[in-house]
């Protein structure tokens, strides 16, 4: 599965109360999933795991304070690529011709995203997924 996924973080700072910060990484993801499925009535269940290439397509820091603000778009410090491992789970249902899907997915990071950092940033991504299933009943 080819997906676009934006992956990052916001703070607000702990001394600073009038501190936050926004953090995105935007992602080209390719999903390799197997997908082990149950039920043979209407209503079926699955569960998926398998890699996850990243390929990043851009990002953005922006930081904003009591009267400041700072916002940077060079994200020359990251990896270009990241490798995760994909989990889920989900169902799908009869609508219309085909059939509706939901999913509930993980994405664990495998590899240190910042370049100049001994101690590691990874990414770990929640989604939920909607489908509608065009091949097979």
């Not at 910042?114 to 940033?121: G, L, N, R, T, V």
């Amino acid at each position: 599965e080819l997906q676009y996924v934006q992956k990052g973080s916001r703070d607000t700072g702990d001394f600073f109360p009038d501190y936050r910060e926004r953090f995105a990484l935007d992602y080209l993801e390719l999903g390799i999933l197997a997908r082990l499925s149950l039920g043979s009535g209407s209503r079926r269940y699955h569960f998926l795991g398998g890699p996850a290439f990243a390929l990043r397509l851009c990002g953005s820091f922006r930081a904003e304070w009591d009267g400041g603000s700072y916002s940077d778009d060079d994200m020359s410090d990251y990896r270009g690529f990241d490798l995760g491992l994909a989990l889920g789970a989900g169902l799908s249902f009869p609508f219309g011709p085909r059939r509706l899907m939901f999913d509930l997915r993980t994405t664990i990071g495998l590899l240190n995203i910042y370049k100049e950092s001994d101690q590691p940033y990874t990414n770990h991504a929640i989604l939920f997924v909607i489908g509608y299933l065009f091949g097979g009943r």
